[in-house]
C-alpha cells in the first residue's frame, strides 16, 4: 500500500530471522537486483572503518599517506588528511564530483572508489570544516580496500553485516 500511495515504482523487500532469508518480494523489479544504497552505505563504510579501527588495522588519527604509501596513483605523500576527517566529512574537500552533473559516469557505478580517490585528492583542499561529500566516503572505500586487499563488500559484509556469503566476482 505504501509503495502506490508514494508512487514508488520499484521496490524490494526482504524478510530474515537469525541470518536466514524467509522472504523476499519486488516490486517493479526482482527482489535480487542490485540497486544503489547512495548514502545508507556510508553507515555500512564507517561502521566498517570503526572495525578496522578496532582490529589494530588503522587508527582515527591515521593519515592517507600512511595508507597510500605505496599508491602514488591515488594520492601523493603530502596528504595529510585524516581517517577522521574523512568520517566527519572535515577533510577539506569541498566541490563533490559526484554530485555534478558533469560527471554522470559516477552516478551509482560501482567499483569506483580508487577512480573518485584520484579524482578528489588531485585537487586542492579547503578548509577543515564540515562540508558534506560523497568523496570522503569513497575514500574510505579505497582505505577499506588497501588495508583489508578486499572489495568493500567482501571486507564489510563479515564486519558490519555479519555476512559470510560475499565473494569476490
Known amino acids: 500500500v505504501w509503495v502506490a500511495e508514494t508512487c514508488v515504482s520499484r521496490s524490494t523487500l ?4 537469525h541470518g536466514t532469508l524467509l522472504s523476499d518480494h519486488g516490486i517493479g523489479m526482482q527482489a535480487g537486483d542490485p540497486v544503489p544504497f547512495a548514502s545508507l552505505s556510508k553507515a555500512i563504510t564507517g561502521a566498517c572503518i570503526l572495525s578496522l579501527i578496532d582490529e589494530g ?8 599517506s600512511d595508507v597510500f604509501f605505496d599508491r602514488p596513483d591515488l594520492a601523493d605523500q603530502d596528504v595529510d588528511i585524516l581517517i577522521e ?3 566527519t566529512h572535515t577533510s577539506g574537500l569541498d566541490f563533490d564530483r ?3 552533473v558533469v560527471n554522470p559516469p559516477l552516478w551509482g557505478a ?9 579524482l578528489a585528492l588531485e585537487r586542492p583542499l579547503g578548509d577543515r570544516a564540515f562540508f558534506y561529500n560523497n568523496e570522503n566516503y ?3 572505500g579505497s582505505v577499506i580496500m ?15 553485516l555479519h555476512l559470510s556469503h560475499f565473494h569476490e566476482p
Not at 110 to 118: N, Q, R, W
Open 110 to 118: 560501482s567499483d569506483m572508489h580508487d577512480d573518485i580517490t584520484a
Open 57 to 64: 588495522l588503522l587508527s582515527l588519527q591515521t593519515p592517507l
Open 14 to 17: 526482504a524478510i530474515s530471522h
Open 138 to 140: 569513497a575514500i574510505l
Open 98 to 100: 559526484t554530485q555534478s
Open 85 to 87: 576527517q574523512l568520517l
Open 146 to 160: 588497501e588495508v583489508t586487499g578486499q572489495s568493500v563488500e567482501v571486507a564489510c559484509a563479515p564486519r558490519v
